[in-house]
């Protein structure tokens, strides 16, 4: 979801602070009820007009060395190794790096369950004529698993778009 889509900052409305658009819900107002370790539930309940896609909450209930894996679209993945010694609610801001693209796009390469996400096997795509790249095949299943190869600086690959279905696969990528 686009922030912008969701918050928008008014001087007429509640003196120009960040406020869910069309309320007069104040971003602030959520996030200390998050540090004051309501539930979800309540937070949902007490500023009407708010879901749980406004909302991200993150509680240890384990203790130890504990590993965050954050992701998104168009991101280097981020690892953060908390070492947590009592439960506790915690607030964290995370910025992820935009993936670096590589000029030269001619070897990008597809894996996918179609050949059980083998690097040695990956097909080549074919550049389209208006320069994207694209890889035709025929399949039954409800749902199209995949990764492109050669297209992120690094060497890592990118995973598919489908972020709703998104299952880690322990492959470190992102």
């Known amino acids: 979801m686009d922030l912008h889509e969701r918050i928008s900052i008014n001087p007429k409305v509640c003196p120009g602070e960040p406020c869910l658009k069309g309320t007069r819900i104040m971003v602030s107002n959520i996030l200390a009820a998050l540090a004051e370790g309501l539930p979800m539930s309540e937070i949902l309940q007490d500023f009407p007009g708010i879901t749980t896609e406004d909302v991200f909450e993150m509680r240890f209930t384990d203790t130890g060395l504990l590993f965050l894996n954050f992701t998104g679209v168009n991101h280097l993945q981020h690892l953060v190794p908390p ?71 690094s060497g890592h690959s990118i995973n598919g778009t489908q972020s709703d279905g998104f299952v880690y696969d322990n492959g470190g990528d992102s």
């Open 83 to 153: 070492l947590v010694e009592k439960p506790l609610n915690e607030k964290l801001n995370v910025r992820l790096k935009l993936y670096e693209y590589n000029d030269d796009l001619r070897q990008l390469k597809i894996i996918g369950e179609f050949n059980d996400f083998d690097f040695g096997s990956a097909r080549l795509m074919a550049r389209q004529v208006d320069g994207t790249y694209a890889y035709e095949m025929e399949t039954t299943a409800a749902t199209f698993a995949y990764q492109i190869l050669g297209a992120e600086k």
